[in-house]
C-alpha cells in the first residue's frame, strides 16, 4: 500500500494538528489520556474529536469518551468510531461498516460524512456509552470465540460461545447504563 503524497509522518502534535478542522485520535486505549494531555494545547476548544481507541481505563475504569472529556473537555465535540474493522480490509476497499456516535448528532454526521466511501458505510448514534462498552468487549468476544478454535472446538460451540458473550455484552452495557442512570 503506497500513501497518497498528501499524507506525511511528524513527530510533533503541533504540525500535525495545524489548522485542523476536524481531529482522529487514533491510539491503544493504555495511552489514550497521555495522548490526549499532548494534544490538548494544539485542539482548538471546539474542534471536532472523534476516538477510534476501545477498552476501559486500568485503575479509573472510564471509558474513552470519559477520558477525553476529562482532558479535552466539550463532550458536545466528542465522537466515537467502532466497527469490527480491519484497517487493511478498509484500506484495500473491501466493504466494511462502522457506527460513529456522539451525544450531539451534527458532531456523528459531520465524521460520518467525513468517513464514509463506498465501501466503508458509517452509521450514526448518540449511545456514545452502548457503543464503547459493545467495541470493548467485541474483543472479549473475538478472544473467547478464538480459544473455542484453540482448543478444537468447531463452528457450533464457536457460535454458542459467541452468542452467551453477547447476551453477557448486553448485560453490561444494560447494567451500567442501569448505574449511570441511578447515580
Same mark, same amino acid.
Given at each position: 500500500?503506497e500513501?497518497?503524497?498528501a ?12 489548522? /485542523? *478542522?476536524? =481531529?482522529?485520535?487514533v !491510539? #491503544? %486505549? ?10 490538548s +494545547? ?7 474529536v ?15 469518551a ?10 458536545e ?9 480491519? /484497517? *487493511?480490509? =478498509?484500506?484495500?476497499? !473491501? #466493504? %466494511? ?10 458532531? +456523528?454526521?459531520?465524521f460520518?460524512?467525513l ?5 466503508f ?20 468476544i ?42
Amino acid at each position: 500500500m503506497e500513501l497518497p503524497d498528501a499524507i506525511t509522518a511528524t513527530h510533533s502534535y503541533a504540525q500535525a494538528l495545524e489548522g /485542523a *478542522e476536524a =481531529v482522529a485520535i487514533v !491510539t #491503544p %486505549s493504555s495511552v489514550l489520556r497521555e495522548v490526549l494531555r499532548a494534544v490538548s +494545547a494544539h485542539v482548538g476548544a471546539t474542534t471536532p474529536v472523534v476516538l477510534c481507541s476501545k477498552g476501559v481505563e486500568g485503575g479509573s475504569g472510564l471509558l474513552p469518551a470519559e477520558i477525553a472529556t476529562e482532558e479535552l473537555g466539550a463532550l458536545e465535540r466528542l465522537a466515537v468510531l467502532s466497527g469490527p474493522n480491519h /484497517a *487493511e480490509e =478498509v484500506i484495500k476497499g !473491501t #466493504p %466494511s461498516a462502522t457506527v460513529i456516535a456522539s451525544a450531539e448528532k451534527p458532531t +456523528a454526521l459531520l465524521f460520518r460524512d467525513l468517513f464514509a466511501t463506498r465501501s466503508f458505510r458509517t452509521y450514526t448514534s448518540t449511545d456514545m456509552t452502548g457503543v464503547e462498552l459493545c467495541a470493548a468487549f467485541k474483543n472479549v468476544i473475538a478472544i473467547a470465540v478464538g480459544m473455542a478454535y484453540g482448543v478444537g472446538f468447531g463452528d457450533n460451540i464457536a457460535a454458542v460461545v459467541f452468542i452467551l458473550m453477547s447476551i453477557v455484552d448486553a448485560c453490561i452495557s444494560y447494567r451500567y447504563r442501569e448505574h449511570i442512570a441511578g447515580d
